[in-house]
């Protein structure tokens, strides 16, 4: 007897592999009404990309309405949240998305991300030696984790220092962003980290206006559009903890999702070992076969009929991104991984309007790091199984990938 079909994200199976539920869902019930998340999850891969498209009929803007909601005691603890993570522009329907992705885009652009293509390099080559005396390593806490961490740090003129602190904090973060749903306590840690890292930010806002350097953060400060428009101190502050939570967390996942993949299908690592070359196209293969972002999440804001299910105003949809990554209407062989597939793009950083504004530099890590990985060790093998998976409806990744290398 088959059992009855119902995507419930937190339990430990779906956790670390959640790709035969997502394939039942894409053929038995693409609009899936989920009770334990009270929202619609899409899983096919166009009904993900149109939704992404509608910005008419869908709304990015959750935050505003989850926070005008609460209690007015619970809204006052909250306060850090509201302030900064409001702003985000992930979180904005336009005109006010619009605004602050045109302004953030004169400074963090393809070209700009370019640039830090050495300074990638030097970080990578500096981690790799720091692990070159070891066999047996974490690939998260001791590379996956720091390198982007530290690259997003250096844009923004964050003393190395500081990385063990904000590693903790984009942790705390992360239990509200990424919708963990079985933390205690997420909304006051998460509110007390974001405090203390806009002050952190807030303080060297202040310091690079007196003394500019030569780093995105001062020329965010300096910003200003041939309208005279700018970003607001409350912007800024915003667009940094974005930077800092969104340009690490996810590339940590990246790299990590991206080895144990190429772990998993020793032909297709062998190739990029010997063929360094094809890093780009391996990358976007990668991203498509086990992404870091598990979710978008919209608002509904016209009906939509979808799949004979009728869509309301003012419901939460999920897109599954690797759900639709996998589906066999837009990839050949889905539950391959082929380096130098072609085809349709995949959806990992979302599509049109809303497409993650710093893309390039996860590609661009990807690019430099994971040949630079098999390049340092011949034999890498996973260390400890099962691995844990992280408890989160919008990250993909785990906790810990233990491995023994040997160079």
Same mark, same amino acid.
């Given at each position: ?108 652009? /393809?070209?700009?991300?370019?640039? *830090?293509?050495?300074?990638? !390099? %030097?970080? #990578?080559?500096? =981690?790799?030696? +720091? &692990? ?105 502050? /915003?667009?940094?903890?974005?930077? *800092?939570?969104?340009?690490? !967390? %996810?590339? #940590?996942?990246? =790299?990590?999702? +991206? &080895? ?126 099962? &691995? ?20």
């Amino acid at each position: 007897m088959d059992v009855a079909l119902e995507y419930r994200p937190n339990e430990p199976e779906v956790r670390s592999d959640p790709f035969p539920l997502y394939a039942r869902m894409r053929e038995e019930d693409p609009a899936h009404w989920s009770p334990s998340l009270k929202a619609w999850v899409l899983t096919r891969y166009e009904d993900v990309k149109r939704a992404c498209l509608d910005t008419a009929g869908m709304s990015s803007d959750r935050l505003r309405p989850f926070f005008t909601a609460l209690p007015p005691a619970e809204a006052e603890r909250s306060r850090a949240l509201m302030r900064y993570l409001t702003l985000w522009m992930v979180f904005r329907d336009p005109p006010e998305h619009t605004r602050l992705r045109r302004l953030a885009a004169q400074v963090f652009n /393809a070209r700009s991300i370019q640039r *830090l293509r050495g300074e990638v !390099e %030097t970080i #990578t080559t500096w =981690l790799l030696d +720091g &692990l070159q005396e070891r066999n047996d390593i974490d690939f998260i806490a001791e590379f996956a984790g720091p390198l982007p961490a530290l690259v997003i740090m250096h844009m923004l003129g964050v003393p190395r220092d500081e990385l063990p602190r904000l590693k903790r904090l984009s942790d705390e973060m992360a239990l509200f962003i990424g919708s963990a749903r079985d933390a205690r306590d997420k909304y006051e840690r998460a509110e007390a980290a974001t405090a203390e890292m806009a002050e952190l930010f807030r303080g060297l806002i202040a310091l690079r206006r007196r003394q500019p350097a030569r780093d995105l953060l001062s020329e965010l400060v300096q910003l200003e559009d041939p309208e005279g428009d700018r970003l607001s101190d409350d912007e800024l502050v /915003a667009s940094c903890l974005l930077l *800092l939570f969104a340009g690490h !967390e %996810t590339t #940590t996942h990246h =790299l990590a999702n +991206g &080895l144990r993949a190429l772990l998993a299908f020793p032909a297709q690592l062998a190739r990029l070992r010997d063929e360094p070359g094809l890093a780009a196209a391996a990358v976007e293969e990668l991203l498509r076969y086990d992404g870091p972002i598990g979710a978008q999440v919209r608002i509904v804001r016209e009906p939509h009929a979808l799949h004979g299910k009728e869509l309301k105003p003012g419901e939460r949809v999920f897109l599954l991104l690797n759900a639709a990554n996998r589906d066999p209407r837009a990839f050949e062989e889905p539950e391959r991984l082929v380096l130098e597939r072609r085809g349709v793009p995949h959806l990992t950083f979302g599509f049109g309007a809303h497409i993650c504004l710093g893309f390039p530099l996860a590609r661009l890590e990807g690019q430099v790091a994971l040949p630079a990985v098999l390049a340092r060790w011949r034999s890498i093998e996973i260390d400890a199984q099962p &691995l844990e998976w992280l408890d989160s409806m919008v990250l993909r990744g785990m906790r810990a990938l233990p491995l023994r290398v040997r160079a």
